[in-house]
């Protein structure tokens, strides 16, 4: 059973960090590109960064040079360093994970909540 486990949301106000964290299970870790994805009220679910298993990563341009993210293959876990916040960050935040093989699943996890205040 796939599982993705988000943490480490919360409130925060503009200019300051958070720094989110997802637990993966039941997948390939090291076979399978991670993200995290944030859907904001109202609005489309959008990438903001993505990392491969050799760790190229890809981000929105909204949060270059604020966000890091990260993987840890021994812990299964991939983290989202955010800094400089801004109120439009807030959103609520999903772990993702795909298969490098033709026709991978999408695998998501159930969110979590960012809010930002200014």
């Known amino acids: 059973q796939v599982q993705l486990v988000e943490s480490g949301g919360g409130l925060v106000q503009a200019g300051g960090s958070l720094r989110l964290y997802c637990a993966a299970s039941?997948?390939?870790?090291?076979?399978?590109?991670m993200a995290w994805y944030r859907q904001a009220p109202g609005k489309q679910r959008d990438l903001v960064a993505q990392?491969?298993?050799?760790?190229?990563?890809n981000y929105a341009d909204s949060v270059k040079g604020r966000f890091t993210i990260s993987r840890d293959h021994a812990k299964m876990t991939v983290e989202l360093q955010m800094d400089y916040l801004k109120p439009e960050d807030t959103a609520v935040y999903y772990c993702s994970a795909r298969g490098i093989w033709r026709g991978a699943e999408d695998y998501w996890g159930e969110g979590i909540l960012v809010t930002v205040s200014s």
């Open positions: 039941g997948i390939e870790f090291e076979r399978n590109v």
């Open positions: 990392i491969t298993p050799g760790s190229s990563t």
